[in-house]
T-cell receptor
């Protein structure tokens, strides 16, 4: 089993829809959970950062962590064409940082 | 702050040639990472420096790859000799590590390497 699993399948949604992305992981030492956003021909940029289980909101973005299930999610409400990007989950703990492969999201106007 | 600066942005070279990628981390950051990104394998960590010292180079593919960090404001990743399978986007990232784990990485815009 890979340390971090993220289904890389592209996702196309109409503008205004809710985007739902998720990752699973196998390493129980992971304590910090991040989502990075990567625009085309750019480097990843940190979008959300959480530590504990539960939800964290930042504007239209909600990050959800369920440590018992080793499952994290990112929700984007009222999606905009400017949200079109690749979203990578990342997690760290015990001096280990691992990234998912990324989900390409396209928001269609 | 200018962020992490990488050069060149694009590099096209022929198989067998030496390639040198450069990185200037964010001032004040004490950790520097080199990653390689491909569609097939995603983002792979090549090497990680802390306070200019290589801590983990287990991701370096083979002896053709080498990385240096002579000071806190500069790092290079060298491939010699280059091969077509090295074609990828290479990212440099930096962070401040005050505790035991790095989480908040700041990435450069990457170098798109094509080896013909």
């Amino acid at each position: 089993q890979k340390e971090v699993e993220q289904d890389p399948g592209p996702l196309s949604v109409p503008e205004g829809a809710i985007v739902s992305l998720n990752c699973t992981y196998s390493n129980s030492a992971f304590q910090y959970f991040m989502w990075y956003r990567q625009y085309s021909r750019k480097g990843p940029e940190l979008l959300m950062y959480t530590y504990s289980s539960g939800n964290k909101e930042d504007g239209r973005f909600t990050a959800q962590v369920d440590k018992s299930s080793k499952y994290i999610s990112l929700f984007i409400r009222d999606s905009q064409p400017s949200d079109s990007a690749t979203y990578l989950c990342a997690m760290s703990g015990n001096n280990r940082l691992a990234f998912g492969k990324g989900n390409q999201v396209v928001v269609i106007p | 702050d200018a962020g992490v600066i990488q050069s060149p942005r694009h590099e096209v070279t022929e198989m067998g040639q030496e390639v040198t990628l450069r990185c200037k981390p964010i001032s004040g950051h004490n950790s520097l990472f080199w990653y390689r990104q491909t569609m097939m394998r995603g983002l792979e960590l090549l090497i990680y420096f802390n306070n200019n010292v290589p801590i983990d180079d287990s991701g370096m593919p083979e002896d053709r790859f080498s990385a240096k960090m002579p000071n806190a404001s500069f790092s290079t990743l060298k491939i010699q000799p280059s091969e077509p399978r090295d074609s990828a986007v290479y990212f440099c990232a930096s962070s401040w590590t005050g505790g035991e784990t790095n989480e908040k990485l700041f990435f450069g815009s990457g170098t798109q390497l094509s080896v013909l």
